[in-house]
């Protein structure tokens, strides 16, 4: 099977968010980057959907220069190639642009399954997969717990809301989003990281793919969310503030 | 000009965001000025036409169709397409479920659009439409405007807009059947018929106060501590999603989309961000508590009382005092 991973690289989750002086975007030097969380279980179900089937792991990222770091950690944990589509515009590009840039590299090669997280940390759209399953033409299902390939054809356990599930089939090739919590991530070795080295990197620019950068939606501002309840904040010491608040749920909101 | 709302509803019964979904479609369609149509798509939906006709609404449009019977991806895009192409709205909104996150992309993408998912406000500046979107886990708001013509499309985060807010009408609101051509052989994937695992022995819904972790929690050696937090103050222990995906706690304590819904009298929430996939499961609590490193946690916009700290000096202090 050749499996595409499409993966993404966001600033860690525990940055400090400063709003950058235009109100468009976030101070970006101020970030840690790592690869965006969801993305990390779509290249563990590749890599485990190879152990079993064979074929091949390429890791995919569209992003500004930075993103071969991402890459590169995907090569570690075993994806045998990466391909970087690079321009510094998708570091603040909505899916439609990255989904473009990602259906313009997985275009060139044959795929019989290509795999994206559930979501992005950072924008949130939720819909990378989705569009690049139409660009490709190809079937594709969502939010997917489970992945079972046999004789060209998947049969996949997709989440519904409340706890319910549903399983639905399809033929190869196709796209699946994973849902976060599918498997268990494994860390790279240092045996891995040092074969990673070695493991080819293609870089393509944004142009010479012909990827149209044209940005479907703009962010107008950026500002912090208003509280919609008014928090009442305690503080002190440990115990001061446990004090403190068992008083308020006791005598305030008389709740136990 | 016109706004439509793509209501959602599986085997005849309706999704609760699709009226939280026409209050949306009601507000903007008033500040636009023009009239609000919603369509239902499915097989053998005249009842539930005939329920969203009783709304104020301008017009009521359905699809009824076999081959929609049983969601796909294909199907509901190529239904919703052909909707859109023969009312030409200003505006599309979907309720942002679990099933429009599975084809509104496909279907916007396909012609050529941009899509505003999960959008917690809609205002109308100058003319031109504005969307609130949260970025960065819930840390930051956006007003976001969309390239080109219209069409527009967004998809309405669930609890932002209020399902009783969508009025009677004081008559029933046409009801128009379009007709549409879907060839069931466009249709690449097969459903099977939705189940639920082994249903859990835990009600969390009944619990009066309700003891939740989350990623703040750091090990599953400290569950423990926040259990014996649930025992001292005499809850229910319950969880955010990833403590049940790294299977630190069982499937059946998790709150949020995909887990359970509560609304106790407290809610005790120990390191939890406040991702919106869990607020949505806990926000109708009549109290929260939120204790959480992170000032900029959006789990204090909901919080009523906070406490901006690791948890592991708070929450000792508690069970101590608790048990004095």
């Known amino acids: 099977m050749n499996i595409f991973i499409c993966l993404k690289q966001v600033g860690s989750r525990d940055?400090?968010?400063?709003?950058?002086?235009?109100?468009?975007?976030?101070?970006d030097e101020d970030l840690n980057f790592e690869m965006n969380e969801p993305d990390a279980f779509a290249l563990e179900e590749g890599l485990r959907l190879k152990e079993k089937h064979g074929g091949e792991v390429v890791a995919l990222s569209a992003g500004p220069s930075r993103a071969a770091s991402t890459i590169r950690e995907a090569l570690a944990k075993g994806a045998d190639r990466g391909i970087l589509i690079e321009d510094d515009r998708f570091a603040q590009a909505d899916a439609l642009c990255i989904a473009r840039a990602l259906a313009a590299a997985i275009g060139k090669e044959p795929h019989d399954l290509v795999l994206t997280g559930l979501q992005s940390d950072d924008f949130g759209f939720g819909q990378t997969g989705v569009i690049l399953a139409e660009l490709l033409h190809l079937p594709h299902a969502t939010i997917i717990m489970e992945v079972k390939a046999e004789g060209g054809r998947l049969s996949v356990k997709r989440e519904l809301e409340a706890g319910w599930f549903q399983n639905v089939s399809m033929s190869l090739p196709a796209l699946l989003t994973i849902q976060s919590g599918i498997n268990k991530v494994r860390y790279a070795t240092l045996m891995g990281i040092k074969r990673a080295r070695k493991k080819p990197l293609v870089v393509y620019t944004a142009g010479e793919l012909g990827v149209d950068m044209n940005a479907s939606q703009a962010i107008r501002r950026l500002y912090l969310p208003r509280k919609t309840k008014q928090t009442q904040f305690i503080t002190g010491s440990g115990k001061e503030a446990a004090a403190a608040l068992i008083e308020k749920l006791k005598f305030e909101a008389r709740v136990i | 000009m016109?706004?439509?709302?793509?209501?959602?509803?599986?085997?005849?019964?309706?999704?609760?965001?699709?009226?939280?979904?026409i209050a949306a479609?009601?507000?903007?369609?008033?500040?636009?000025?023009?009239?609000?149509?919603?369509?239902?798509?499915?097989?053998?939906?005249?009842g539930l036409a005939a329920e969203a006709a009783a709304k104020r609404v301008s017009e009521v449009v359905v699809i009824d169709d076999p081959v929609l019977a049983d969601y796909t991806p294909d199907g509901f895009a190529a239904a919703v397409r052909q909707i859109v192409e023969q009312l030409n709205p200003t505006l599309?909104?979907?309720?942002?479920?679990?099933?429009?996150?599975?084809?509104?992309?496909?279907?916007?993408?396909?012609l050529g659009k941009a899509f505003l998912s999960d959008v917690v406000g809609i205002t109308v500046d100058d003319g031109e439409l504005v969307f609130v979107r949260r970025l960065f886990q819930g840390k930051l708001n956006a007003g976001v405007t969309t390239a080109g013509d219209a069409p527009y499309f967004a998809s309405v985060q669930s609890g932002v807009f209020r399902a009783d807010a969508a009025a009677d009408g004081e008559a029933p609101a046409p009801i128009r059947k379009l007709d549409v051509v879907i060839d069931p052989a466009q249709i690449r994937t097969r459903p099977e018929a939705p189940f639920q695992e082994a249903k859990g022995a835990v009600d969390l819904t009944a619990a009066d106060i309700v003891v939740s972790v989350g990623r703040g929690i750091k090990d599953p050696e400290n569950i423990p501590l926040a259990a014996e937090l649930a025992q001292a103050v005499g809850g229910e222990l319950a969880a955010s999603r990833p403590i049940c995906d790294n299977g630190w706690l069982p499937l059946d304590r998790q709150i949020g989309s995909s887990g359970q819904t509560v609304s106790p009298n407290l809610y005790l929430a120990l390191g939890i961000s406040g991702a919106i996939q869990h607020v949505v499961g806990m926000k109708g609590a009549k109290t929260i508590v939120a204790i959480n490193k992170d000032e900029g946690a959006p789990i204090f916009e909901i919080a009523d009382y906070g406490i901006v700290a690791d948890l592991f000096e708070v929450v000792p202090a508690l069970i101590a005092a608790l048990k004095e």
Do not use: N
């Not at chain 2, 209501?7 to 979904?21: A, C, L």
């Open chain 1, 15 to 27: 940055s400090v968010l400063r709003i950058a002086g235009d109100h468009k975007w976030i101070e």
């Open chain 2, 25 to 46: 479609g009601a507000e903007t369609a008033a500040t636009l000025d023009c009239p609000l149509q919603v369509s239902v798509i499915g097989s053998g939906v005249d």
């Open chain 2, 2 to 21: 016109s706004v439509l709302v793509v209501s959602e509803q599986t085997g005849g019964v309706w999704h609760k965001m699709s009226f939280e979904t």
């Open chain 2, 92 to 110: 599309v909104l979907f309720p942002h479920t679990y099933q429009v996150r599975d084809f509104a992309p496909k279907l916007t993408a396909g």
